[in-house]
Nanobody, 126 residues
Framework: QVQLVESGGGLVQAGGSLRLSCAAS????????MGWFRQGSGKEREFVAA????????YYADSVKGRFTISRDNAKNTVYLQMNSLKPEDTAVYYC???????????????????WGQGTQVTVSS
């Protein structure tokens, strides 16, 4: 069992930055491929970014590539999402996700997710 708790969301102006954190419980955090998804109001939940167990492999949705950076610290059982050059269309609830997989990071289908966090709201004003 893995519990995920996100933090770091908030209100920011367009062009600004936020850093999301996701703290995981349990001793097996390093076995999990971790990802971030987001869900805007009235929209489906969509993939944002993923990172493999070691942090050596990352993958991003085209919409955030070059602006967002995913990273992890296995010693702290934490995964991060640094979000720069934020746009109003980035407004959403952001969810941390864990997938039990030893593979490289790639696109994640939400059906593959083993554990979800509760989400943190990010609002970007224009």
């Amino acid at each position: 069992q893995v519990q995920l708790v996100e933090s770091g969301g908030g209100l920011v102006q367009a062009g600004g930055s936020l850093r999301l954190s996701c703290a995981a419980s349990g001793r097996t955090f390093s076995r999990y491929l971790m990802g971030w998804f987001r869900q805007g109001s009235g929209k489906e939940r969509e993939f944002v970014a993923a990172i493999n167990w070691s942090g050596a492999s990352t993958y991003y949705a085209d919409s955030v590539k070059g602006r967002f950076t995913i990273s992890r610290d296995n010693a702290k059982n934490t995964v991060y999402l640094q979000m720069n050059s934020l746009k109003p269309e980035d407004t959403a609830v952001y969810y941390c996700a864990a997938v039990q997989s030893p593979g490289s990071a790639g696109y994640l289908d939400l059906r593959w997710v083993d554990y979800w966090g509760q989400g943190t709201q990010v609002t970007v004003s224009s």
